[in-house]
């Protein structure tokens, strides 16, 4: 076959094995799901089709099953089975589930498949050693627990059980074979029912991980297995740090992922349905219960997502992060007013509302010994950011922990997490979009612009490749850790890209393991980023407006915005509106030194009229020289007290 110019698939001969198996299993998968939508009468032979329905049925290209196969007449020759066809719909989630991967050829090779490993490569990256999603799935399972119906019926007790499982199995193997043994069990979940995990898994409780995030299949399985021991230094090193991140891998999706979604049914999800629907079978139970579980834990079916056919499922993969995330959340929004399990919802969210509340407070008060302030129960605030007057508010259910930022405020730890969504997306969409990017997109936008996610320039080469490496390669603890030791080491400082700089050192390490924290954004702070890094790139009317706002005293300031023309359209104005309120809130601002200016009628935009404004500063401030670049703030002696 050599000669003729066939190359085998891999030289490996246990690759070739297991690929073999493989293609006999799904043939023979294959033949019986054929007769299982025969006997439902959704598959005909092709030729059986009736010629009015010919333009609703098509043929899934989904193997030999359905598209038929050769095989040898008695007579020598070759001849091929019937088609099987199906009506389209159906055709269209065959082979979204087992369909052929879409390919596009340069220069005579199939690039599809190598930006989808560096994709997954990336992506496995960021991850590495991470307790971000661990903790994410924790969340979820407790918003169930503290759901009304599970209260009232004692299932809050088992929560615990969830969490010793949990950490048990993210260390030992013999913990998650167990899991796995009970998902294949046929043993009722409930009382006075017929309903299994068997059951439940066979009507598509999806058990196996979020596949938008990662992608594991026997190929890399058996990569992992074959290749020999390295024997070098560096090549141990990496195979070290390959096997850290199995552990957390394994911990994740052999673990949590199976771990989750059986709390949820057996303690939640299937008691509800079956008070909801008293007259519907096992099997429509199971069917709904394994449809909102996925959606519950991210992990749609090829048969749910909107994302299902194989071209632009494998687009999304490779533009965004997770597409099964964001879609899950917008889905279990939806599903709250419409649909057959409204009221599970409903107790889900307010599970959850119950769960952030509670630990909000919680920390809060041991932090300040205060209640959450109530403005942090809003999910929207005002705000000039965004295409609306208002935004998600960054401080919602957010509490104080004790820990100091660089200004000295305590920092927000965030709970919400990716619950924020919905919020997200209505708001602000094109922001919603971009903050979901891909890594290696993410990358290509930051190098092609100039600057980061966070809007800090990249000002030489040196700092474009810097960013470029940490973008691609680094994970987020790892990340974290960097930011840390950034203004200790003078390289990094010099090189690594300023990212959250007022969390300071332990702000980042606590970060690192996989909480999300927030210092607290203060409008003076955003004026300061602006100058330092996003102010010498303006252009046009935004640099025209940035110019003399320098120049105003800080008295003045909120007046000569206000006479600005465009205003409204320009986001430095925005911005800049923003930082007078925080200081009038302060009271740095003088309402008797404007008054003043106005009764003598000076311009500060004069020199005459700075000359003038000076002297009246000084004489105001004790003697202390207002204008040494035109940036003066008094010292802390001056300061009167913040309005709390």
């Given at each position: 076959m050599?000669?003729?110019?066939?190359?085998?698939?891999?030289?490996?001969?246990?690759?070739?094995?297991?690929?073999?198996?493989v293609?006999?299993?799904?043939?023979?998968?294959?033949?019986?799901?054929?007769?299982?939508?025969?006997?439902?009468?959704?598959?005909?032979?092709?030729?059986?089709?009736?010629l009015?329905?010919?333009?609703?049925?098509?043929?899934?290209?989904?193997?030999?099953a359905?598209?038929?196969?050769?095989?040898?007449?008695?007579?020598?020759?070759?001849?091929?089975?019937?088609?099987?066809?199906?009506?389209?719909?159906?055709?269209?989630?065959?082979?979204?589930m087992?369909?052929?991967?879409?390919?596009l050829?340069?220069?005579?090779?199939?690039?599809?498949?190598?930006?989808?490993?560096?994709?997954?490569?990336?992506?496995?990256?960021?991850?590495?050693?991470?307790?971000?999603?661990?903790?994410?799935?924790?969340?979820?399972?407790?918003?169930?627990?503290?759901?009304?119906?599970?209260?009232?019926?004692?299932?809050?007790?088992?929560?615990p059980?969830?969490?010793?499982?949990?950490?048990?199995?993210?260390?030992?193997?013999?913990?998650?074979?167990?899991?796995?043994?009970?998902?294949?069990?046929?043993?009722?979940?409930?009382?006075?029912?017929?309903?299994?995990?068997?059951?439940?898994?066979?009507?598509?409780?999806?058990?196996?991980?979020?596949?938008t995030?990662?992608?594991?299949?026997?190929?890399?399985?058996?990569?992992?297995?074959?290749?020999?021991?390295?024997?070098?230094?560096?090549?141990?090193?990496?195979d070290?740090?390959?096997?850290?991140?199995?552990?957390?891998?394994?911990?994740?999706?052999?673990?949590?992922?199976?771990?989750?979604?059986?709390?949820?049914?057996?303690?939640?999800?299937?008691?509800?349905?079956?008070?909801?629907?008293?007259?519907?079978?096992?099997?429509?139970?199971?069917?709904?219960?394994?449809?909102?579980?996925?959606?519950?834990?991210?992990?749609?079916?090829?048969?749910?997502?909107?994302?299902?056919?194989?071209?632009?499922?494998?687009?999304?993969?490779?533009l965004?992060?997770?597409?099964?995330?964001?879609?899950?959340?917008?889905?279990?929004?939806?599903?709250?007013?419409?649909?057959?399990?409204?009221?599970?919802?409903?107790?889900?969210?307010?599970?959850?509302g119950?769960?952030?509340?509670?630990?909000?407070?919680?920390?809060?008060?041991?932090?300040?010994?205060?209640?959450?302030?109530?403005?942090?129960?809003?999910?929207?605030?005002?705000?000039?950011?965004?295409?609306?007057?208002?935004n998600?508010?960054?401080?919602?259910?957010?509490?104080?922990?004790?820990?100091?930022?660089?200004?000295?405020?305590?920092?927000?730890l965030?709970?919400?997490?990716?619950?924020?969504?919905?919020?997200?997306?209505?708001?602000?969409?094109?922001?919603?979009?971009?903050?979901?990017?891909?890594?290696?997109?993410?990358?290509?936008?930051?190098?092609?612009?100039?600057?980061?996610?966070?809007?800090?320039?990249?000002?030489?080469?040196q700092?474009?490749?810097?960013?470029?490496?940490?973008?691609?390669?680094?994970?987020?603890?790892?990340?974290?850790?960097?930011?840390?030791?950034?203004?200790?080491?003078?390289?990094?400082?010099?090189?690594?890209?300023?990212?959250?700089?007022?969390?300071?050192?332990?702000?980042?390490?606590?970060?690192?393991?996989?909480?999300?924290?927030?210092?607290?954004?203060?409008?003076?702070?955003?004026?300061?980023q602006?100058?330092?890094?996003?102010?010498?790139?303006l252009?046009?009317?935004?640099?025209?407006i940035?110019?003399?706002?320098?120049?105003?005293?800080?008295?003045l300031?909120?007046?000569?915005?206000?006479?600005?023309?465009?205003?409204?359209?320009?986001?430095?104005?925005?911005?800049?509106?923003?930082?007078?309120?925080?200081?009038?809130?302060?009271?740095?601002?003088?309402?008797?030194?404007d008054?003043?200016?106005?009764?003598?009628?000076?311009?500060?935009?004069?020199?005459?009229?700075?000359?003038?404004?000076?002297?009246?500063?000084?004489?105001?401030?004790?003697?202390?020289?207002?204008?040494?670049?035109?940036?003066?703030?008094?010292?802390?002696?001056?300061?009167?007290?913040?309005?709390?």
């Amino acid at each position: 076959m050599r000669e003729a110019g066939w190359e085998p698939v891999s030289n490996n001969p246990y690759d070739m094995l297991a690929l073999r198996r493989v293609a006999g299993t799904d043939y023979r998968d294959g033949l019986v799901m054929v007769e299982r939508l025969k006997k439902m009468g959704r598959a005909l032979p092709l030729d059986e089709v009736p010629l009015s329905e010919k333009a609703n049925w098509r043929v899934p290209e989904v193997g030999p099953a359905f598209e038929g196969r050769p095989f040898p007449t008695k007579e020598g020759a070759a001849a091929m089975t019937q088609p099987v066809a199906v009506p389209n719909a159906v055709a269209s989630v065959l082979e979204g589930m087992f369909g052929k991967r879409p390919s596009l050829e340069i220069a005579g090779k199939d690039i599809v498949p190598i930006v989808g490993k560096v994709s997954q490569m990336a992506k496995r990256a960021k991850l590495m050693a991470s307790l971000f999603q661990h903790l994410d799935f924790t969340t979820r399972v407790g918003a169930e627990a503290l759901s009304p119906s599970a209260i009232l019926n004692g299932t809050t007790m088992n929560f615990p059980q969830f969490l010793a499982r949990g950490a048990k199995g993210q260390l030992s193997e013999t913990t998650r074979a167990a899991t796995r043994q009970r998902l294949l069990s046929d043993a009722p979940i409930l009382k006075n029912s017929d309903i299994s995990m068997r059951m439940l898994v066979e009507e598509g409780l999806e058990v196996g991980g979020d596949t938008t995030v990662l992608r594991r299949t026997i190929r890399s399985f058996l990569d992992d297995v074959g290749k020999e021991a390295p024997r070098s230094l560096g090549g141990r090193v990496v195979d070290r740090m390959g096997g850290v991140n199995r552990f957390f891998e394994k911990g994740l999706f052999e673990n949590m992922y199976p771990l989750a979604s059986e709390w949820a049914v057996k303690n939640h999800i299937v008691p509800v349905l079956k008070a909801t629907h008293p007259d519907w079978t096992s099997r429509q139970i199971a069917g709904q219960a394994a449809k909102d579980a996925n959606t519950m834990f991210s992990n749609l079916g090829a048969w749910q997502t909107i994302f299902a056919q194989p071209a632009m499922k494998e687009l999304t993969r490779t533009l965004i992060f997770s597409t099964n995330e964001s879609e899950s959340w917008i889905r279990a929004t939806l599903a709250t007013v419409r649909g057959p399990s409204k009221r599970l919802w409903l107790e889900h969210w307010a599970g959850l509302g119950i769960l952030l509340a509670g630990l909000a407070n919680l920390i809060h008060m041991s932090t300040t010994g205060e209640p959450l302030p109530a403005e942090r129960y809003k999910p929207v605030a005002k705000s000039s950011y965004g295409p609306l007057p208002m935004n998600y508010n960054r401080k919602f259910l957010a509490p104080d922990i004790p820990l100091k930022d660089k200004n000295g405020e305590n920092i927000n730890l965030d709970l919400v997490g990716q619950a924020d969504t919905v919020f997200q997306f209505a708001l602000d969409p094109v922001s919603a979009v971009a903050s979901r990017e891909n890594v290696v997109p993410r990358a290509i936008v930051s190098q092609v612009k100039g600057e980061t996610f966070g809007r800090q320039q990249l000002k030489s080469p040196q700092q474009r490749a810097v960013a470029l490496a940490t973008e691609l390669a680094a994970p987020i603890g790892a990340g974290e850790v960097l930011q840390a030791d950034r203004e200790r080491i003078g390289p990094l400082k010099r090189l690594l890209p300023r990212s959250e700089v007022k969390l300071g050192e332990p702000g980042h390490l606590l970060q690192g393991v996989g909480l999300n924290l927030r210092s607290p954004r203060t409008d003076l702070e955003l004026h300061r980023q602006y100058e330092d890094g996003i102010a010498p790139s303006l252009e046009g009317r935004d640099r025209e407006i940035w110019q003399k706002y320098k120049k105003v005293p800080s008295t003045l300031r909120d007046d000569w915005l206000r006479l600005q023309p465009y205003g409204a359209k320009s986001s430095v104005v925005r911005l800049l509106k923003r930082e007078v309120a925080y200081r009038k809130k302060l009271r740095l601002a003088n309402p008797m030194l404007d008054m003043l200016l106005v009764e003598r009628g000076l311009n500060p935009l004069t020199p005459e009229g700075k000359r003038r404004l000076a002297e009246i500063q000084k004489e105001k401030l004790g003697g202390v020289s207002p204008l040494p670049g035109n940036r003066f703030r008094p010292g802390p002696e001056y300061w009167p007290q913040p309005v709390r």
